[in-house]
């Protein structure tokens, strides 16, 4: 029974710290699909130079993968829910990738100044507001990447529509 009562106390505490994070930030960290991640490696600008940041990285469902595709570029991922975060450094440990760093940090403290190439996963307000720092910190030239939501008022460069039940959208942009 004290076992069980254990159990039942950690995984209370575990979705208890999801929800509290997931009011912080306004999303869930609800992974890509298989068939959007697919579509996002796809979309990748070809000959990319530079560093990589995946702003909100979830568990890591894209992180790895950008990470292996690109073995010349640095990945750095920031991700401020701690469990998600927690789970995929663990991951790291397990499936080492020399060029992939996962920081527990809200992405809006980070200077994108340097990035060759901006991954994202958010929700409209989320988009919003990163539209603003994206304006402010991204040298011309810079790819970003947006899962299913766009950035208003900017123009793809491409966008892709993923044959899945949700017909997902992938948008691409070079500033
Ligand atoms: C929909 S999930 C996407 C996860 C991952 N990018 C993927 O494609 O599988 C969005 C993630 O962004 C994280 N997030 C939202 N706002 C954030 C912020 N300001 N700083 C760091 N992470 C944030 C959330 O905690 C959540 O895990």
Known sequence: ???????????LVVMALVLIY????????????PSVKAALLA???ERLEGDVFELGSGWGTLAFPLAAR??????EAFE?????????????LFQPLPNLAI???DFHRA???????????LHPEG???????????????????????????????????VQDWRRSKVYLYKV
């Open 1 to 11: 029974m004290g076992i069980e009562m254990a159990v039942f106390a950690a995984l």
């Open 22 to 33: 997931t009011l912080k930030t306004g999303i869930s960290p609800h992974p890509t699909s």
């Open 43 to 45: 979309a990748l600008p």
């Open 70 to 75: 690109l073995p010349h570029c640095r990945v």
């Open 80 to 92: 401020l829910s701690p469990l998600p975060w927690l789970v995929s450094r663990l991951r790291l």
């Open 103 to 105: 920081h527990r940090r």
């Open 111 to 121: 200077p994108l100044g340097g990035a060759a190439l901006v991954t994202c996963y």
């Open 127 to 161: 988009m919003e507001r990163l539209k603003a720092k994206f304006e402010a910190e991204l040298a011309p030239g810079t790819w970003v990447l947006c899962n299913a939501f766009a950035v208003s008022g900017w123009t793809p460069y491409a966008e892709w529509i």
